[in-house]
Structures are given as C-alpha cells and as structure tokens.
C-alpha cells in the first residue's frame, strides 16, 4: 500500500513511534525515524528497518523541543527522500505533579515536545504535500485528548491542543488530497508509562500494583494495555488511500475508556 512514499515518525527510537515506523517500513514505506537513546540501538534499530524490509531508514536525532530542529529535519530528510509524505507527530513525554507543585520548566517542556513539536513539523511539511498533491498527517494524540486525570495539567492540555491543532489542519489540506487525524491510545505498556509509575506512588500514596490495576487499567473496561501493534495498524490503515476520507477525525483505541 506505502510502496514509494516516504513516512517520517517523530519519537519513533522506542515504542508507539517505532512499532509504526516498522509497520509503515513492512508495508513499503522509507521511513526517517526519529528520537533519543543510546546510538548504538538507535544504528541497530535503523539498520534492523533496511535489513528486515528492504527499504531505505534514515535517522535525524533533532530534538523535538526546539523548532527549528524540527524545520531543519523535515527540510534534510525532505530533501534526502524525496519528500515527507507521511508524518506521524508522536514524540511525545509525561510529568505527573500536583498542580501547586507543577514544575514550570516541566510545563513547558511537556507542551513543546507534546504540542508545539506537532505545529512546527506539520508547518514545515504542508507545502511538500501540497505540492505532490497527497499527504497523511497522523497525531499521537491520546485518551487525555478526551478526558483528563489528575496531576497530568500539562500532558491534558497538550493532547487536548494535539485535538484541535488536527482538526484545524484538516480542513485547511482537506482540498488537496491530505488528511489529519489524530490517535488517542489509552494506557500502552511503554517506557513512558513505566517512567511515570513512581511518581504516581508518590503523589496518589499508592505502591505499584495499585497505580498499575486501581488507575492505569480501571480506566480500560477491557482491563488490557492497548498494544504498540494495534496502534500501529491503526496508523498504517489512516496512511493508505482507503482512508482518503477520514480527515479531521480523533480516533479513540482505548479498550472502551472513553466511552464510559
Ligand atoms: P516512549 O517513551 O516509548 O517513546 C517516546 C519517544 O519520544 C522516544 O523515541 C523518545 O526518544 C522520543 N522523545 C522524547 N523527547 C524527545 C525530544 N525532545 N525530541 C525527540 N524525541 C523525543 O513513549 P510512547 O508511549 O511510545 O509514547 C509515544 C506517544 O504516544 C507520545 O506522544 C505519548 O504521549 C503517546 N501516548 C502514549 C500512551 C501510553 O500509554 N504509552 C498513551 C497515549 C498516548
């Protein structure tokens, strides 16, 4: 379905983001991946891409808290690939604080790599689309795109701005084959959910069993993490053309949370 376009994943070094830079890659695509981690699994993962499916894997370790990283990237590896058909915003970090307590870098930090990451990437590769007449756009957004949960102020806000920053997008590109959408996983057994075990602990007074059965899967009826491959098949079906017509659309996989 991907043969020949060229998929760019945000934050794609670790979990969701590498589970669809893999699927896109499987299915065809170039892929350009993305992200930080020790330089070596990053080679090993990029070379692992080529290896297992035969196409072309680049790396670009800008970092998605600045943007003009970001509008570097999109222009390089825009200009290694032949254009960025597909970008997927999904770097993406977590801090959990009361809000009285709520570091102010942490704030800030959490809405330029969750949010402004997204504006500037997707400000930088409209023209190319638009240009070759065709584009996906694909949000990680999340099931706090919807709904919140306490001592995540800035995680909330910034899926909650992922949802609208899409639906803003896609009916600016509807008119010339492009569509965005956004993804809102529930809870994924990734590093970012293991990372923000603790100090949930520490700010719910709960051990570890708790955080992990009382709040991350008592919100999902199915009492189930959502997996990275799920996800990513969601990604890759908004990528194809069967999708044309899903545009502006935030697209819950969350085992039913958000529907209670
Ligand atoms: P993860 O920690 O496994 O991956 C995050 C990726 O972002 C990594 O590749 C990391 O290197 C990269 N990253 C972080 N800061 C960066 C920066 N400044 N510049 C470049 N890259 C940076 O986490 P994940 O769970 O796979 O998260 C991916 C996305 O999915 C995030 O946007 C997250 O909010 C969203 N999400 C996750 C869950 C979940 O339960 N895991 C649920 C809903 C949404």
Same mark, same amino acid.
């Given at each position: 379905?991907?043969?020949?376009?060229?998929?760019?994943? %945000?934050?794609?070094?670790?979990? $969701?983001?590498?589970?669809?830079?893999?699927?896109?890659?499987?299915?065809?695509?170039? *892929?350009?991946?993305?992200?930080?981690?020790?330089?070596?699994?990053?080679?090993?993962?990029?070379?692992?891409?080529?290896?297992?499916?035969?196409?072309?894997?680049?790396? !670009?370790?800008?970092?998605?808290?600045?943007?003009?990283?970001?509008?570097?990237?999109?222009?390089?590896?825009?200009?290694?690939?032949?254009?960025?058909? $597909?970008?997927?915003?999904?770097?993406?970090? @977590?801090? *959990? !604080?009361?809000?009285?307590?709520?570091?102010?870098?942490?704030?800030?930090?959490?809405?330029?790599?969750?949010?402004?990451?997204?504006?500037?990437? %997707?400000?930088?590769? *409209?023209?190319?689309?638009?240009?070759?007449?065709?584009?996906?756009?694909?949000?990680?957004? !999340?099931?706090?795109?919807?709904?919140?949960?306490?001592?995540?102020?800035?995680?909330?806000?910034?899926?909650?701005?992922?949802?609208?920053?899409?639906?803003?997008?896609?009916?600016?590109?509807?008119?010339?084959?492009?569509?965005?959408?956004?993804?809102?996983?529930?809870?994924?057994?990734?590093?970012? *959910?293991?990372? @923000?075990?603790?100090?949930?602990?520490?700010?719910?007074?709960? %051990?570890?069993? @708790?955080?992990?059965?009382?709040?991350?899967?008592?919100? @999902?009826?199915?009492?189930?993490?959502?997996?990275?491959?799920?996800?990513?098949?969601?990604?890759?079906?908004?990528?194809?053309?069967?999708?044309?017509?899903?545009?502006?659309?935030?697209? !819950?996989?969350?085992?039913?949370?958000?529907?209670?």
């Amino acid at each position: 379905m991907l043969n020949g376009k060229t998929a760019l994943v %945000t934050g794609s070094t670790s979990g $969701i983001g590498l589970a669809v830079a893999r699927a896109f890659a499987k299915d065809g695509a170039h *892929v350009v991946i993305n992200g930080f981690g020790e330089p070596d699994a990053i080679e090993r993962e990029r070379a692992a891409i080529e290896k297992d499916f035969g196409v072309k894997a680049l790396y !670009s370790g800008a970092d998605m808290s600045k943007g003009e990283e970001i509008a570097a990237m999109i222009a390089e590896m825009g200009a290694a690939m032949g254009g960025i058909d $597909i970008l997927v915003n999904n770097a993406g970090i @977590q801090f *959990v !604080s009361p809000i009285e307590d709520f570091p102010v870098e942490k704030w800030d930090q959490v809405i330029a790599i969750n949010l402004s990451a997204a504006f500037h990437a %997707t400000r930088a590769a *409209v023209p190319g689309m638009k240009a070759k007449k065709w584009g996906r756009i694909i949000n990680t957004a !999340s099931a706090h795109a919807l709904v919140a949960s306490p001592f995540k102020a800035a995680y909330v806000a910034a899926k909650h701005g992922i949802a609208g920053l899409t639906k803003t997008v896609a009916l600016e590109v509807a008119a010339h084959g492009i569509t965005a959408n956004a993804i809102c996983p529930g809870y994924v057994w990734t590093p970012l *959910v293991e990372k @923000q075990i603790p100090d949930t602990m520490k700010a719910r007074g709960m %051990t570890r069993e @708790q955080v992990i059965n009382d709040i991350l899967l008592a919100v @999902q009826p199915t009492k189930k993490f959502v997996t990275v491959e799920e996800i990513a098949g969601l990604a890759l079906y908004l990528a194809s053309d069967l999708a044309a017509s899903i545009n502006g659309a935030i697209l !819950s996989i969350d085992g039913g949370w958000t529907a209670a």
